[in-house]
């Protein structure tokens, strides 16, 4: 079911005491996700369908100014203080260094001003944006093995991307993490792997169910491999139609029992202990000392919807409810009429309480828009 798409300037909703609270209450709101740009260096097999997608002209993308008046105005009216840059890729913005320095100097109380990035710029930008103010840096790495990683990335260089991860840790970022969406007959045997990762790097690595959205496909495993979905694949929410998903969904409980059969039990790490206010359930080796950490966000089999604590900034400012569903509010119409600043803002403000609003209960099986559009 596609949500509406509210076009400002709106009424505000009604508030109503059964809809204003937990998720749907803007209070409950700690982060906003801004996509800076639709574009990206790589061609994911679960972010863009094979011909890739049109990227939207110059003109439809919110500017410097604007990704920030939009910030200020979260910061200012609702106390949201927490920003993750996204994309596509965020690094093919241009000046992206002086808008994190932007963000520094013009956010008042900035908490947390985080990244997530393909990481194949990131050996050349890691320094200048940790310099410029950036806080923390998640890099998306689907595969150890480079010939793997092309094929899943379509045009991406692993070695780039582990030299620009490395260059990240140098810097001296607060926290380096790294994103792994798990695909059945595509990577599922790696997931051993990419927690040896924890024992002598400082990085936590999180094991991300695969979420089907927009025209993104990937394509059936191999034949030999088991497409009948277990009991583990549903969760407090009932699932997400795992049945429905096809062959390459592979649910939390079986990626973690993979890890500890080859590595040994996980111990649980207190959430409050690790950076951010994101949905991962974290962990860590039990043996050798490990440097780093184990997570797992289970949107699919475990939906966490009635804990979400975030709203969405699309890259041509509509702002969205929900990765999976359309409840939207188009921000641009704001921006991009004139009125005094101060009128401005508490416009904003009122379009996320309307926004929040309109968060589903569960969210559903499928997402109708490109990830990469979006920002994950």
């Known amino acids: 079911m596609r949500l509406p798409v509210l076009d400002i300037p709106v009424p505000s909703l009604p508030v109503s005491p059964a809809l204003d609270t937990g998720p749907r209450s803007i209070g409950a709101v700690r982060m906003l996700r801004i996509s800076l740009t639709d574009r990206c260096n790589f061609r994911c097999l679960y ?9 939207l002209p110059a003109a439809d993308l919110l500017s410097d100014d604007e990704v920030l008046e939009v910030a200020r105005a979260a910061a200012s009216v609702h106390n949201i203080r927490r920003f993750k840059l996204t994309g596509g890729e965020p690094t093919l913005r241009p000046g992206l260094a002086g808008l994190v320095r932007s963000f520094r100097h013009e956010i008042d109380g900035l908490e947390d001003l985080s990244m997530t990035t393909n990481g194949f710029l990131l050996e050349k930008l890691a320094v200048p944006l940790r ?3 950036l806080d923390r ?17 379509r045009t991406g260089d692993l070695i780039a991307v582990l030299r620009g991860l490395d260059r990240a840790v140098a810097a001296g970022f607060e926290s380096v993490k790294i994103n792994c969406v798990v695909m059945r007959g595509v990577n599922d045997d790696e997931v051993a792997d990419f927690a040896r990762l924890t024992l002598d790097r400082r990085v936590t690595v999180r094991f991300i169910e695969y979420m089907p959205l927009g025209d993104a496909a990937v394509a059936p495993a191999a034949a030999t491999t088991s497409a009948t979905p277990d009991s583990s694949e549903t969760g407090p929410a009932g699932g997400c139609g795992a049945q ?3 062959d390459v969904f592979v649910s939390e409980p079986i990626v973690r029992r993979s890890i500890e059969d ?19 359930v974290v962990y860590h080796l039990s043996r050798d000392n490990p440097r780093g950490r184990v997570g797992f966000i289970s949107a699919m089999s475990a939906p966490f919807c009635s804990t979400c604590n975030r709203l969405r900034l699309t890259a041509t400012g509509v702002l969205r409810s929900c990765l999976f569903e359309g409840g939207e509010v188009d921000l641009k119409p704001i921006l991009r009429e004139p009125a005094h600043p101060a009128s401005r803002q508490q416009r904003l403000g009122r379009a996320m309480e309307d926004c929040v609003r309109l968060k589903p209960d569960v969210h559903s099986a499928r997402g109708h828009e490109q990830m990469s559009r979006i920002g994950g």
């Open 137 to 153: 840096v998640t890099v998306s790495i689907d595969s150890l093995k480079p010939d793997r990683f092309r094929r899943i990335t």
């Open 244 to 246: 429905d998903r096809g």
């Open 262 to 280: 080859a590595l040994g039990p996980l111990a649980p790490v207190e959430r409050s202990q690790e950076s951010g206010v994101g949905p991962a």
């Open 47 to 55: 972010c863009m369908p094979p011909g890739g997608v049109e990227w």
């Open 131 to 133: 310099d410029a103010g």
